[in-house]
C-alpha cells in the first residue's frame, strides 16, 4: 500500500486538510476535507478525489465552543480510522508568515517553531492556528517529518524597490518591510498557467486571490514583480474582515482622539472593517450579494472599487498587462464581482464575455479583449504537498 503524504492549512476560522499519494507527483488530493465556522458551530465535510462524500462517523461530535487546539486533534484520529494501515510519512502546514529567515519549504524543528511564533504579530488571524496545527501533529505522531510551507516564499523574487516603505533605513534593515501573502496559491497558478495561456503566460499577469482573506500578485515570467500585501496581511485590498490599506493617519487620530489601545486597534481593522465593518450586515460575499439592505451593495462597490484601483496600481511594476487570474472563492465564484472589477478596467482594453462570466468557465474575456481574463480554481494543497516530497526525497 502506498506512503500517504497529508497537508494541514489552519485558516482563521476554517482548517482544511487533504491527503495525497506520498510517491505519485500528482495535484489531486486522495482525500479531501475541512471543518469549517470554527468557534461559531464547526461543520466538518470531507469527500474522495471522484466527489464522494465520506462519513463522519470516528468523529467526535464537534463542541460549538471549540477552537482549533481542539479540533486538530479530533481530525487526526478521523485520519487514523480512514487511512487504516495506511502510513503518514510526512505533513506538510501552509505557514502564512516566514519573516526574513524562511523563504523555501523547511522542515520544523524547536528552533524554526520557536521563530515562526515570534511572526504571530504580523498575521494574527492564521500565524497561531499554523502553529498549533504543527504543535497537535507532533503530539499525534512525535517522529514524523512536518515541513512548513510559507504564503511569503513566492514574493521573494521582488526586487528591493518594490519591498520597501518609505520608512527610515534602519527600520528596513531590521526587517519591516514588505513581504506579500497568499504565495502558495499564486504559485500554484503560476504553475498552471501555460496550459491556459501558452507563451504568453510568461507575460504581465495579474493574479487576483479573492477569498476571505484578499490580494493581487503582479508576475512577470510566472515570478512575483509587485503584490499588495505587505509587512502583514493587512495592507492591500480591502477584505471579508479587513480594512486593507487606510492612510496611517487613521490609526494615529483613533489612539490620540479616541484613546483606542493597540489590541482594540487590531480588533477594528483585522475583524470588524471590511465588507462586514462597512455593510453592517456580514463578511461573506455571497450573504451580502442576496441581500436588499443598501448598506450590502455600498459595501460590494467599494470592495470592487478598491481592487481595480489596486490592480491598475500594480501595472507599472509590470509595464502593462496581458491576463488577469481570479481565484479563491469570490474570484472563481462570483460573476458580479468580477464583471464591477473589471468594468472599472475597460480602459485598459478589458472586455468581458458575460455569458463566460455568468457560466464561471476558465476563458471570461472576449474575443475583443486586448486582455486575457481567467477563472482558475486555486489548489494551496497541491503546492504544499509537492513541497514536501522535494523535502522528503
Ligand atoms: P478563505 O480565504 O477562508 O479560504 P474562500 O476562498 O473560501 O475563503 O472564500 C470565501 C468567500 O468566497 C466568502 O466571502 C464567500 O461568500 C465567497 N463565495 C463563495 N461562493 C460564492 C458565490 N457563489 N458567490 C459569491 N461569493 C461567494
Not at 330 to 356: F, K, M, P, Y
Request: proline letters at 4%; charged letters at 15%.
Amino acid at each position: 500500500m502506498s506512503e500517504a503524504l497529508l497537508t494541514l492549512n489552519a485558516g482563521s476560522s476554517s482548517l482544511k486538510f487533504a491527503v495525497f499519494d506520498a510517491d505519485a507527483p500528482s495535484d489531486t488530493a486522495e482525500i479531501s476535507g475541512k471543518i469549517e465556522g470554527i468557534g461559531r458551530a464547526p461543520v466538518f465535510s470531507a469527500r474522495t478525489a471522484d466527489g464522494t462524500a465520506l462519513d463522519k462517523s470516528a468523529l467526535e461530535t464537534l463542541d460549538v465552543a471549540a477552537g482549533h487546539d481542539q479540533l486538530i486533534p479530533q481530525l487526526l484520529t478521523w485520519l487514523d480510522h480512514h487511512l487504516a494501515e495506511r502510513s503518514v510519512v510526512g505533513v506538510g502546514h501552509r505557514v502564512v508568515h516566514g519573516g526574513r529567515n524562511f523563504s523555501t519549504p523547511t522542515l520544523v524543528d524547536d528552533s524554526v517553531l520557536q521563530q515562526l511564533e515570534a511572526l504571530t504579530p504580523l498575521a494574527p488571524l492564521h500565524q497561531p492556528h499554523n502553529l498549533a496545527a504543527i504543535r497537535a501533529v507532533a503530539a499525534w505522531q512525535p517522529d514524523l517529518p512536518q515541513i512548513a510551507c510559507f504564503d511569503t516564499s513566492f514574493h521573494s523574487t521582488q526586487d528591493r524597490l518594490a519591498k520597501l516603505f518609505a520608512l527610515p533605513r534602519a527600520l528596513s534593515d531590521e526587517g519591516i518591510i514588505r513581504y506579500g501573502f497568499h504565495g502558495l496559491s499564486y504559485d500554484y497558478i503560476a504553475s498552471v498557467l501555460p496550459q491556459h495561456l501558452g507563451a504568453r503566460s510568461q507575460g504581465r499577469v495579474v493574479v487576483a486571490h479573492l477569498g476571505n482573506g484578499a490580494s493581487m500578485c503582479a508576475m512577470k515570467d510566472h515570478k512575483s514583480v509587485a503584490t499588495t500585501m505587505g509587512f502583514t496581511t493587512l495592507d492591500g485590498l480591502m477584505m471579508g474582515r479587513r480594512s486593507g490599506t487606510i492612510d496611517p493617519g487613521v490609526i494615529l487620530y483613533l489612539m490620540q482622539s479616541k484613546g483606542m489601545d493597540a489590541a482594540e486597534i487590531e480588533t477594528l481593522l483585522y475583524r470588524e472593517s471590511g465588507l462586514l465593518g462597512v455593510s453592517g450586515i456580514s463578511n461573506n460575499m455571497q450573504v451580502l450579494s442576496s441581500s436588499p439592505e443598501a448598506g450590502a451593495q455600498e459595501a460590494i462597490d467599494l470592495y470592487c472599487h478598491k481592487a481595480a484601483s489596486h490592480l491598475a496600481a500594480l501595472l507599472p511594476a509590470i509595464g502593462g498587462l496581458d491576463a488577469i487570474v481570479f481565484t479563491a472563492g469570490i474570484g472563481e465564484n462570483s460573476a458580479a464581482v468580477r464583471a464591477a472589477i473589471t468594468n472599472r478596467l475597460a480602459w485598459l482594453g478589458v472586455e468581458l464575455d458575460a455569458r463566460a462570466n455568468a457560466a464561471n468557465d476558465t476563458r471570461i474575456s472576449s474575443p475583443a479583449s486586448t486582455v486575457d481574463v481567467l477563472v482558475v480554481p486555486t489548489n494551496e494543497e497541491a503546492i504544499v504537498a509537492k513541497a514536501c516530497r522535494q523535502v522528503l526525497a
